[in-house]
């Protein structure tokens, strides 16, 4: 199970998540403009309660919709973010838009079997498998070479130190400062 962390998109304009519902293109008409535009939606989903919609308009249907497939964990990135509207399918405060400069990473189709445990740092040397952990950034971002986009980094409680090893990730992505608190969600194995 890779890490599907909504991240402050407020500053970074990135968000990781599976892809819930897609709702299909719509025409619709600019009334002041007098001009029709089309729009795709889908709903992204955290798997842990925060949904949001994502829009794409226009020519950017055509370049993203292939991308956009059902049940998919996806890595948007550079992103327009707005405040929601009231016909917003999300249940956050924001709602996302795709445009000509962003991207979509697919990370593989998403599995909503698997069960999530919170866990702290005293319960790791007990626990392997799906788990969420609140902690804060200990150690920079360190990627294991130019051609291996595998990115290392330390967390801690304050008390007890975690390493972690993040997949199929752009390099620009980690952007958070030493110190930030960081709700980790992915899968705890042995080293090795």
């Known amino acids: 199970m890779e890490v599907f962390i909504v991240y402050r998109i407020f500053l970074y304009r990135s968000v990781v998540g599976f892809i819930q519902e897609i709702i299909p293109e719509k025409i619709y008409t600019n009334r002041v403009k007098n ?6 939606k889908f709903i992204l989903n955290n798997n842990d309660g925060c949904k949001l919609q994502c829009n794409i308009y226009d020519e950017n249907i055509d370049k993203f919709q292939s991308q956009s497939q059902l049940k998919e964990k996806v890595f948007l990135e550079s992103i327009r973010v707005y405040g929601k509207n009231r016909y917003s399918k999300g249940n956050a405060d924001i709602e996302l838009t795709l445009v000509h400069y962003s991207s979509i990473t697919q990370l593989g189709e998403f ?5 999530v445990k919170n866990i ?3 319960d790791i040397p007990s626990r392997r498998g799906a788990i969420k952990i609140q902690s804060y950034l200990k150690n920079e971002f360190v990627q294991k070479s130019k051609n291996d986009t595998t990115t290392y980094f330390g967390t801690t409680d304050l008390t007890y130190k975690l390493d972690v090893l993040l997949k199929k990730y752009p390099e620009d992505t ?6 930030s608190k960081l709700q980790l969600i992915g899968e705890l194995q042995n080293d090795g």
């Open 35 to 40: 001009e029709d535009f089309r729009v795709m």
């Open 111 to 115: 599995k909503s079997d698997i069960k």
């Open 120 to 122: 702290t740092f005293e």
């Open 174 to 179: 980690l952007n958070s400062e030493l110190g």
